[in-house]
């Protein structure tokens, strides 16, 4: 599987309430809602002018801060095809795998990526390729490719009852 998208790329320690602002935690339930808000603190035009399979690059430990998954949920609703970062808080990190929405840990690639360029992720070989260069990562174990192919845990699971016969 290859995504190719453009980017969007932020720094450091950008919380979860810079993610998905946190006066929303409790009014939007509808994703496509929470989805018009995305980033909105932080970037104003990102939730207007964002596009399907579109790609974040971030620093270093996002995602840090209160553990609702609204600010994966949010991002997904926006068609963000995956997040490449220094790091992830540990908690976001799992949410973004349990919502099925790709997580790349590759520093060098994004000390080398520009704001809007655009690049491909090559799953297969997992290799980002950028204009600069091309930037090996690590691979995801077999099952967490699994449950991020069929669009997170829930789908995953319904998926693994379906095909043992235990649900129709």
Known sequence: MI???KVWKYGDDVNTDVIFPGRYTYTLINENEMG????????????????KGDIIVAGK?????????QAVKCLKAKG?????????????YRNCLNEGLITIVCPKAVDSIEDGEEVSIDFDNSVIKTRKGDFPFSPYPKFVRELVENGGLLP????????????E
């Not at 430990?61 to 998954?69: D, F, H, K, V």
């Open 36 to 51: 018009r808000h995305a980033l909105e603190d932080l970037d104003p035009v990102f939730s207007r002018k964002c596009a």
């Open 156 to 167: 995953y699971i319904k998926k693994s009852l379906r095909d043992q016969g235990k649900l």
């Open 3 to 5: 995504m190719t998208g």
């Open 61 to 69: 430990n996002w995602g840090c801060g209160s553990a609702r998954e």
């Open 80 to 92: 963000i095809g995956a997040i490449i970062a220094k790091g992830f808080a540990r908690i976001y």
